[in-house]
């Protein structure tokens, strides 16, 4: 079965960067479209960023200008480049699969990403 494992995140004080990184094993993600969800304390699961597996990205009002999705198909890693980072973005983040029809990977333990001075 695929697992995905994500790292790089930590604390950082409003207005810093981290780049996140989601590492896949078991399967290529090279035809999938990918995405970053996050999940703040108390509220629901949402989705970030999307990336397709020809390249197009979209991204969540919130954070368009300031995140960055990309793929390495050569590693199978999934990237999230958090520019700009304010306090409301504290969650953990989570990458899986997106536009599935419902179908969603095992999902790995996420990475916590805390903006706070």
């Known amino acids: 079965q695929v697992q995905l494992v994500e790292s790089g995140g930590g604390l950082v004080q409003p207005g810093g960067s981290l780049r996140l990184s989601c590492a896949a094993s078991g399967s290529t993600l090279r035809a999938y479209v990918m995405g970053w969800y996050r999940q703040a304390p108390g509220k629901q699961r949402e989705l970030v960023a999307n990336?397709?597996?020809?390249?197009?990205?979209t991204y969540a009002d919130s954070v368009k200008g300031r995140f960055t999705i990309s793929r390495d198909n050569e590693k199978n890693t999934l990237y999230l480049q958090m520019n700009s980072l304010k306090p409301e973005d504290t969650a953990v983040y989570y990458c899986n699969v997106t536009r599935s029809g419902g179908y969603y990977f095992n999902w790995g333990q996420g990475t916590q990403v805390t903006v706070s001075s």
């Open positions: 990336i397709f597996s020809g390249g197009t990205t």
